[in-house]
T-cell receptor, first 115, second 114 residues
Framework: AQKITQTQPGMFVQEKEAVTLDCTYDTSDPSYGLFWYKQPSSGEMIFLIYQGSYDQQNATEGRYSLNFQKARKSANLVISASQLGDSAMYFCAMRHSSGYSTLTFGKGTMLLVSP | NAGVMQNPRHLVRRRGQEARLRCSPMKGHSHVYWYRQLPEEGLKFMVY????????ESGMPKERFSAEFPKEGPSILRIQQVVRGDSAAYFC????????????FGSGTQLSVL
């Protein structure tokens, strides 16, 4: 069975600093995909970044980068130059090996950015 | 992701009533997924549908819950005889094809059962 673990229930960071949100996963499948989503207080789920298990390079999308360490089964999200609008819940997720776009989510990390 | 439309945004039902949640996928998307988010939890997969077909309902409770995605019109998640434990946020997502990397989520329906 696939499992996603986010060990940090909450993180605090000051504006303009970088922050790393942890995510570890467990799967026996050789092919999988890893995602990060942002959920602000308004409730919608916003896609941030995707990493395929066979991708050679770490994914980057603007201020977001994914620190993918396959041997350690970790897929940490790095947000550079934090902004007040980054305050939200962040979820790590993994796609099922069936190839469907069904995802298994972690419990999330609440990020608070202070001025 | 603003293209996936869910309504209503908030739904209040009394125990024993029926709840109907609607989801219109993004234009050109024929794959729809329903997820449920309990308080302080991540999203849990419920069901995956393509037009007129249920592909995977492994996350759906066996009783009282059903889903459809007709040839015309939105996908519907139906909960019969709701109980307090059904109170949750229900999210719909869509993709243009199977295995597509990105799921586009709607804003969710918050169901409250009194």
């Amino acid at each position: 069975a696939q499992k996603i673990t986010q060990t940090q229930p909450g993180m605090f960071v000051q504006e303009k600093e970088a922050v790393t949100l942890d995510c570890t996963y467990d799967t026996s499948d050789p092919s999988y995909g890893l995602f990060w989503y942002k959920q602000p207080s308004s409730g919608e789920m916003i896609f941030l970044i995707y990493q395929g298990s066979y991708d050679q390079q770490n994914a980057t999308e603007g201020r977001y980068s994914l620190n993918f360490q396959k041997a350690r089964k970790s897929a940490n999200l790095v947000i550079s130059a934090s902004q007040l609008g980054d305050s939200a819940m962040y979820f790590c997720a993994m796609r099922h090996s069936s190839g469907y776009s069904t995802l298994t989510f972690g419990k999330g990390t609440m990020l608070l950015v202070s001025p | 992701n603003a293209g996936v439309m869910q309504n209503p945004r908030h739904l209040v039902r009394r125990r024993g009533q029926e709840a109907r949640l609607r989801c219109s996928p993004m234009k050109g998307h024929s794959h729809v997924y329903w997820y449920r988010q309990l308080p302080e939890e991540g999203l849990k997969f419920m069901v995956y549908l393509q037009k007129e077909n249920i592909i995977d309902e492994s996350g759906m409770p066996k009783e009282r819950f059903s889903a459809e995605f007709p040839k015309e019109g939105p996908s519907i998640l139906r909960i019969q005889q709701v109980v307090r434990g059904d109170s949750a946020a229900y999210f719909c997502a869509s993709s243009p094809r199977e295995g597509y990397e990105k799921l586009f989520f709607g804003s969710g329906t918050q169901l409250s059962v009194l």
